[in-house]
């Protein structure tokens, strides 16, 4: 027996808290910034709003460990989530000795951890359906959603379909007993077919996708991204490394002193890993050109992971939560890839 059964809407859930961290840390972001960063607090007193989202962390574990059901799941994550942004908004005070709220680097630890949380709903997305436990489980929370009256057509049919994978598998009878249980009771949807925002969403993107986004002009967009995006690299490259007055031109935008120590090595860095997302994205153009496409489509994948992963903690490192458009053009083109690459 495994040692954590996934969940099979446990992907949603997780998305579903980080969707309201980032909304969280945004939102809390642009509050301070119209209301002139206000303190709550007298004299010594200041109460952070990281002890706020304590709180709504505390909130929400209770929702997930003191009741049943699909709604205080969901209410968990959202309060979960709400919690992690206002926590991280405050994350350069606690990675300072003088407590900087401004500390630069703290939002290039935000971007990884959310970045991280990212890939592990991509991870439990991913629902092993050919696991006898995971299937049980997954039957039971639709039994769940029966005892809360919100059970739909479309869980009946997951039901179906389930039971029928797990008739050839190589059960312990326990396990036996609960399948004999499970097909002796009848359910009936209680509710006609609701469908969740991101479910909405991958509709939406789907049927965009099968409608708007054509072969060809996939193709062309692909193309540009790649092209653009290492030719514009790889020429900041060369202009710098070629111009010391171009650096130190550089690192004064930035406000800091040339060859001051740290910030010089990350714009290094930053050089290094945007050149190294560039070469991936180039072998994948190449190997599209002479016919191997898969191949060229899994560069141009890895390509887009290696500026998610390597190079853009060093772009957040500088632009700060400027950099926020580059990563959702970038993850949307690794959606586009991923689905040209399913044709």
């Not at 630069?104 to 997305?125: H, M, N, Q, T």
């Not at 499970?182 to 609701?194: M, N």
């Not at 930053?270 to 070469?279: N, R, S």
């Not at 191997?292 to 490192?317: C, E, Q, S, T």
Request: aromatic content about 16%.
């Amino acid at each position: 027996m495994k040692l954590f059964p996934k969940r099979d809407d446990g992907g949603e859930l997780i998305l579903l808290m980080i969707t309201w961290g980032i909304l969280s840390l945004f939102g809390t972001r642009f509050f301070l910034m119209m209301t002139g960063y206000p303190q709550l607090g007298n004299g010594n007193w200041h109460i952070a709003h990281a002890l706020w989202g304590g709180a709504f962390m505390v909130a929400g574990l209770i929702c997930l460990l003191g009741f049943n059901g699909e709604n205080a799941r969901r209410s968990g994550s959202v309060l979960g989530g709400i919690g992690l942004g206002l926590f991280l908004d405050e994350l350069g005070k606690y990675l300072t000795a003088d407590n900087n709220y401004w500390f630069r680097p703290a939002v290039v630890f935000i971007y990884l951890i959310f970045i991280g949380l990212f890939f592990i709903y991509l991870r439990i997305k991913k629902f092993n359906d050919n696991d006898p436990t995971n299937l049980l489980f997954a039957i039971w929370e639709r039994y769940e959603k029966a005892l809360d009256e919100s059970l739909e057509p479309s869980d009946l049919k997951k039901i179906k379909l389930s039971l029928k994978k797990l008739t050839n598998k190589n059960l312990s009878v326990n396990q036996k007993l609960i399948v004999n249980l499970f097909e002796k009771v009848k359910l009936k949807e209680d509710r006609i077919e609701r469908y969740s925002f991101f479910e909405n969403l991958e509709k939406g993107w789907r049927l965009s996708y099968d409608k708007i986004f054509k072969r060809k002009l996939v193709r062309i967009i692909m193309w540009m991204y790649c092209g653009f995006w290492s030719i514009d690299k790889i020429a900041d490259a060369i202009r710098i490394g070629l111009s010391s007055e171009k650096l130190e031109m550089l690192l004064k935008f930035y406000d800091y002193q040339f060859f001051g120590g740290a910030d010089f090595y990350m714009i290094g860095l930053k050089i290094v890993f945007e050149m190294l997302t560039a070469i991936l994205l180039i072998l994948g153009i190449y190997w599209w050109l002479i016919i191997k496409k898969k191949r060229g489509l899994n560069f141009m994948v890895w390509g887009m992971y290696a500026n998610i992963i390597l190079a853009a903690p060093f772009k957040f490192y500088f632009e700060q939560f400027s950099a926020v458009v580059q990563i959702i053009l970038t993850l949307l083109m690794v959606e586009i890839v991923k689905e040209y690459r399913k044709t």
